[in-house]
Structures are given as C-alpha cells and as structure tokens.
C-alpha cells in the first residue's frame, strides 16, 4: 500500500465555535461534500516556482492513477506515477510516457504463423508538480496517444 488519496471537495467557514459542536458554510466547493468525509486545516498559500528539467538519473515507473478514476488520459489530465522523493523524483522533474506495444500476428517467409511485440511507443511527456515519499502528482504536457494506467514512465528520451 502506497497511501491514501485524498481528494479536495471545497473550502468551509466556521461560523461559530462551540465545545463539541461547530457551525460551518461551504464557501467553495469543487465536488460533491458527503457525510463522513474528513476536515483538515486549509494549508498557508505556498508559491513554487517549477523549472522544467529532465531527471539526472535514470528514473523508470508506472502511471497508477488518473484523477477522477477515468481509464485514459490526454493532454493537461492529472495523474499519479509510482515514484516520489525516496527515488530521486523532484517538482520540475519531465518525464516521457511510454506505451507498451501491441502484439502482432503474421506469416514467417515460411508460412507459420507468428507473434511479436510491437517497441514501446513514446506517447508524450508529462511534468511533475507535486512529490511524496513514495507516488507523485503530474501533468500530462502532451499525448499523441491515450494516456492509460499502467504506462511505463522514463527520462523523455529513453525508450
């Protein structure tokens, strides 16, 4: 188990504070608010400058989720690749998307019949915005294919 997502749903006001009891309002809200989700404190403005840059080390992982739980991805979805801090991943850090090949059936010179795995396929970039100890959080740049769970990610140029 890597962690728990969590997923921002909006901003609420506390009205009036009582010992056990507090009274709020939503003053924004970005997805549904249900009963039971949890609260936590809104963290201070943060301003971070990103440079884009390649990793110096050789960096390889996967896509392993796309915000909102859709199946693929394209340019300017968000996802989540299974490296973080402890791999050497930094904010800035550009990685290239690669898909796996398909496989192919043909006939050999002699009539048999054969498979074969296309080469990976480069698929687009994407850039890092936010790192963890062990998954960060990214930008998919550009993506001249659909961008799906479990797409390899490397150095741009890697594959």
Do not use: C, W
């Not at 301003?47 to 739980?69: A, L, R």
């Not at 930094?90 to 043909?106: D, M, P, S, T």
């Not at 994407?126 to 990610?153: E, K, M, Q, W």
Request: net charge negative; proline share 4%; charged share 25%.
């Amino acid at each position: 188990m890597l962690g728990f997502e969590v997923i921002y749903g909006g901003d609420l006001q506390v009205d009036k504070m009582g010992d056990d009891i507090q009274s709020l309002h939503v003053s924004r809200i970005a997805e549904e608010i249900q009963i039971g989700d949890r609260l936590i404190k809104a963290p201070k403005a943060l301003f971070v400058s990103y440079v884009p840059h390649e990793p110096e080390s050789e960096i390889k992982g996967k896509i392993i989720s796309i915000y909102n739980g859709v199946n693929s991805a394209a340019e300017y979805s968000n996802v989540v690749i299974n490296r973080g801090q402890r791999d050497g991943v930094e904010v800035g850090h550009v990685f290239g998307i690669f898909r796996k090949g398909n496989l192919i059936e043909f006939k050999t010179a002699d009539g048999r019949t054969r498979k074969a795995a296309l080469p990976m396929e480069n698929s687009g970039k994407l850039f890092v915005y936010r790192v963890f100890d062990r998954v960060s959080y990214a930008l998919v740049l550009n993506s001249s294919l659909p961008v799906s769970i479990g797409d390899t990610i490397a150095p741009p140029e890697a594959e």
